[in-house]
Nanobody, 118 residues
Framework: VQLQASGGGLVQAGGSLRLSCAAS????????MGWFRQAPGKEREFVAL????????YYSDSVKGRFTISRDKAKNTVFLQMNSLKPEDTAVYYC????????????WGQGTQVTVSS
């Protein structure tokens, strides 16, 4: 699976951004698609995931109620709608794919920078 993330940028606190992750190379019906982020000097952390088949979602507590993960099956693309952004959301955001039978994420995109100014 090849993943291409896009949509990052600079936004003021309280603003919104939508990240996209275009997938290719494999049918995603047996995959979870996830978003992670890594801020400078910090470890990478989980943000959200969606099960491609069925669409069930799960969020970290830090973004619940502000971020929404979704997918467009026709476009093989996963989205992360980020609202009410805070300076602490500043990070490089990565999309990733994990087979439903796997414990680890096998495929990673290249990352897209999100910067939230106060």
């Amino acid at each position: 699976v090849q993943l291409q993330a896009s949509g990052g940028g600079l936004v003021q606190a309280g603003g919104s951004l939508r990240l996209s992750c275009a997938a290719s190379g494999r049918t995603l019906s047996s995959y979870y698609m996830g978003w992670f982020r890594q801020a400078p000097g910090k470890e990478r952390e989980f943000v959200a995931l969606i099960r491609w088949s069925g669409g069930s979602t799960y969020y970290s507590d830090s973004v619940k109620g502000r971020f929404t993960i979704s997918r467009d099956k026709a476009k093989n693309t996963v989205f992360l709608q980020m609202n009410s952004l805070k300076p602490e959301d500043t990070a490089v955001y990565y999309c990733a794919a994990r087979h439903t039978a796997a414990l680890e994420y096998d495929y990673w995109g290249q990352g897209t920078q999100v910067t939230v100014s106060s």
